[in-house]
């Protein structure tokens, strides 16, 4: 069973970046395809990107822009959300997710983490 931890969240001013890792423990890192996730106050979580179990498929959802990179270091069990040209709107929680398959819809994930906080200011 999977264990996520997130860091790197914090504040930035509009236009910064920001750096997201999520490291997992207990269970084996090459079997699950990752995913972030985000949730601003009274909106529902929404897909941000995910990575397939090699790291080889990358995917995003729109509002990306080509501003987000995710990656993954499979010695290490860490997988990255680099964030370039941060918008008030990033604001959310993020959250990194485990799952057998790589997909969008949150409710194909089996494994969380508790969230970091992202807030950019304008």
């Known amino acids: 069973q999977a264990q996520l931890v997130e860091s790197g969240g914090g504040l930035v001013q509009a236009g910064g970046s920001l750096r997201l890792s999520c490291v997992a423990s207990?269970?084996?890192?090459?079997?699950?395809?990752m995913g972030w996730f985000r949730q601003a106050p009274g909106k529902e979580r929404e897909f941000v990107s995910a990575?397939?179990?090699?790291?080889?498929?990358?995917f995003y959802a729109d509002f990306v822009k080509g501003r987000f990179t995710i990656s993954r270091d499979n010695i290490k069990n860490i997988v990255y959300l680099h964030m370039n040209n941060l918008a008030p709107e990033d604001t959310a929680v993020y959250y990194c997710?485990?799952?057998?398959?790589?997909?969008?819809?949150?409710?194909?994930?089996?494994?969380w983490g508790q969230g970091t906080q992202v807030t950019v200011s304008s």
């Open positions: 990575i397939s179990l090699s790291g080889a498929s990358t």
């Open positions: 997710a485990a799952g057998r398959l790589v997909r969008r819809e949150s409710a194909e994930y089996d494994y």
């Open positions: 207990g269970g084996s890192f090459t079997k699950y395809a």
